[in-house]
C-alpha cells in the first residue's frame, strides 16, 4: 500500500485487521493511505465457536493473526474483528491505540477511537460521525487515471457513464425485477452516454450477461475479468455515475469522483442505507437514476482526509500521554 503524504510521525506502525471481506478492507486501507501510513494487513480466521461469540465474545487464543510486534495503530471493522482489536490492546500494554470502523455493536468501549455513519445511533467522546466513510478512491488516484488513462475506456465518446452493478448481498437478494428495470434504465442511458460497466462477484449471472450483451450492442465496455481491474479509472474518466444502491461504499466511492451519481435504488434497499443517501441526495451529489444524464457537476465530496486528522490527532494525543507516564 504507497502512502501518501503522511500525517502521522515517520516509522509509525499500522496493522489492518479483518476477515478479509472486500467492503470491510477498502475502507480500512483508504483510512490508512490518507494517513501516510504502509499499513500492514493481518486477516483473521476465528474458530468456532469464537467466531459465533464476535462481537461479544473473547478473540481465538490460537489466532494466527495476532502475534508481536505489537502494532503503534490498529484500525478494523467487522463483526468478528471486534474481539481481535480488543485483544491487541490487551496484549500490547494497551500500548498500540486502536480505532474501528462503523458500530462494533458493544458500545464505546470497543476501541480508543471509532467512527461510525451519521445514520448510526453510537455517539460519545471517542466516537468520529460522518455522513460518508473512508475510502481508497483518493484525489491523487483519481488525478493518476486522468493522467494516463486507461485506452479501453478513453477511446469512448464522451459523455462517458461509469455503472457500476453490486447484486446479492447478506441484507437482500437482487430480485429479476430489478434487474430488469435498471437494464431498461441503462437501454435508455446508453442514447446519451457511452457505458463503462462494471459488475460484482455478487451480481446474478442473468444480469451480468445481459449487462455484457448491453456493453456489446451500444459499443460500450464490460470488464469481463481480463486485464487490469479498471474501477479507478471507470470513475476517473466518467462525466456520470450509475450505481446500485446495495452497496453504500459503492456510493460514497462514486461521489468522490465529482460527477454526478445516479442512484439506483433496489425494491428490498437494505434500511440502514437510507439515511445515507437521503444526506447524499440533500448534497446534490446523489440522484435517482431515470435513464438520463444529469447535468450538474457537483463537488467531490470525500471525507476520508477529514477522518484521517481526525485519527492522527486522537493517535498523537495517545502517544504523547505514554510518553508523559514514562517520565514519571
Same mark, same amino acid.
Given at each position: 500500500?504507497?502512502?501518501?503524504?503522511?500525517?502521522?510521525?515517520?516509522?509509525?506502525?499500522?496493522?489492518?485487521?479483518?476477515?478479509?471481506?472486500?467492503?470491510?478492507?477498502?475502507?480500512?486501507?483508504?483510512?490508512?493511505?490518507?494517513?501516510?501510513?504502509?499499513?500492514?494487513?493481518?486477516?483473521?480466521? /476465528?474458530?468456532? +465457536?469464537?467466531?459465533?461469540? #464476535?462481537? %461479544?465474545?473473547?478473540? &481465538? !487464543? @490460537?489466532?494466527? *493473526? =495476532?502475534?508481536? $510486534?505489537?502494532?503503534?495503530?490498529?484500525?478494523?471493522?467487522?463483526?468478528?474483528?471486534?474481539?481481535?482489536?480488543?485483544?491487541?490492546?490487551?496484549?500490547?500494554?494497551?500500548?498500540?491505540?486502536?480505532?474501528?470502523?462503523?458500530?462494533?455493536?458493544?458500545?464505546?468501549?470497543?476501541?480508543?477511537?471509532?467512527?461510525?455513519?451519521?445514520?448510526?445511533?453510537?455517539?460519545?467522546?471517542?466516537?468520529?460521525?460522518?455522513?460518508?466513510?473512508?475510502? /481508497?478512491?483518493? +484525489?491523487?488516484?483519481?488525478? #493518476?487515471? %486522468?493522467?494516463?488513462? &486507461? !485506452? @479501453?475506456?478513453? *477511446? =469512448?465518446?464522451? $459523455?462517458?457513464?461509469?455503472?457500476?452493478?453490486?447484486?446479492?448481498?447478506?441484507?437482500?437478494?437482487?430480485?429479476?425485477?430489478?434487474?430488469?428495470?435498471?437494464?431498461?434504465?441503462?437501454?435508455?442511458?446508453?442514447?446519451?452516454?457511452?457505458?463503462?460497466?462494471?459488475?460484482?462477484?455478487?451480481?446474478?449471472?442473468?444480469?451480468?450477461?445481459?449487462?455484457?450483451?448491453?456493453?456489446?450492442?451500444?459499443?460500450?465496455?464490460?470488464?469481463?475479468?481480463?486485464?487490469?481491474?479498471?474501477?479507478?479509472?471507470?470513475?476517473?474518466?466518467?462525466?456520470?455515475?450509475?450505481?446500485? *444502491?446495495?452497496?453504500?461504499?459503492?456510493?460514497?466511492?462514486?461521489?468522490?469522483?465529482?460527477?454526478?451519481?445516479?442512484?439506483?435504488?433496489?425494491?428490498?434497499?437494505?434500511?440502514?442505507?437510507?439515511?445515507?443517501?437521503?444526506?447524499?441526495?440533500?448534497?446534490?451529489?446523489?440522484?435517482?437514476?431515470?435513464?438520463?444524464?444529469?447535468?450538474?457537476?457537483?463537488?467531490?465530496?470525500?471525507?476520508?482526509?477529514?477522518?484521517?486528522?481526525?485519527?492522527?490527532?486522537?493517535?498523537?494525543?495517545?502517544?504523547?500521554?505514554?510518553?508523559?507516564?514514562?517520565?514519571?
Amino acid at each position: 500500500m504507497a502512502p501518501s503524504a503522511p500525517l502521522l510521525p515517520a516509522g509509525t506502525t499500522a496493522w489492518l485487521i479483518t476477515d478479509g471481506k472486500a467492503g470491510d478492507l477498502a475502507p480500512c486501507r483508504g483510512l490508512a493511505e490518507a494517513l501516510g501510513l504502509a499499513a500492514e494487513e493481518r486477516r483473521i480466521a /476465528p474458530r468456532l +465457536p469464537f467466531s459465533w461469540f #464476535a462481537p %461479544r465474545g473473547p478473540a &481465538d !487464543p @490460537r489466532e494466527r *493473526a =495476532l502475534v508481536p $510486534p505489537w502494532p503503534d495503530l490498529a484500525i478494523a471493522t467487522g463483526r468478528r474483528a471486534v474481539p481481535a482489536l480488543r485483544a491487541v490492546k490487551r496484549r500490547s500494554g494497551a500500548r498500540t491505540f486502536t480505532v474501528f470502523l462503523r458500530d462494533p455493536r458493544i458500545g464505546r468501549r470497543a476501541a480508543d477511537l471509532i467512527w461510525v455513519p451519521a445514520h448510526d445511533r453510537l455517539r460519545g467522546a471517542n466516537v468520529i460521525v460522518t455522513e460518508a466513510g473512508p475510502h /481508497p478512491v483518493s +484525489p491523487a488516484r483519481l488525478a #493518476a487515471a %486522468r493522467r494516463e488513462p &486507461d !485506452p @479501453r475506456l478513453s *477511446a =469512448l465518446p464522451r $459523455p462517458r457513464a461509469a455503472v457500476l452493478v453490486g447484486g446479492d448481498s447478506r441484507h437482500g437478494r437482487f430480485p429479476d425485477e430489478d434487474g430488469r428495470r435498471l437494464l431498461a434504465g441503462l437501454e435508455r442511458l446508453s442514447g446519451e452516454a457511452s457505458l463503462m460497466i462494471t459488475a460484482s462477484r455478487r451480481t446474478p449471472e442473468p444480469l451480468r450477461a445481459a449487462l455484457a450483451d448491453l456493453a456489446r450492442r451500444r459499443g460500450g465496455f464490460f470488464w469481463d475479468g481480463s486485464g487490469e481491474n479498471p474501477y479507478l479509472a471507470l470513475l476517473a474518466l466518467a462525466d456520470t455515475v450509475v450505481a446500485t *444502491a446495495d452497496s453504500a461504499n459503492m456510493v460514497t466511492e462514486a461521489c468522490a469522483a465529482g460527477v454526478p451519481v445516479l442512484l439506483f435504488e433496489p425494491q428490498n434497499l437494505y434500511s440502514r442505507h437510507r439515511p445515507l443517501f437521503a444526506a447524499l441526495k440533500s448534497h446534490g451529489t446523489v440522484h435517482p437514476f431515470a435513464g438520463r444524464v444529469e447535468a450538474l457537476r457537483p463537488k467531490p465530496l470525500d471525507m476520508t482526509l477529514a477522518i484521517a486528522q481526525a485519527v492522527a490527532n486522537a493517535y498523537i494525543g495517545h502517544r504523547d500521554a505514554l510518553a508523559r507516564r514514562k517520565t514519571r
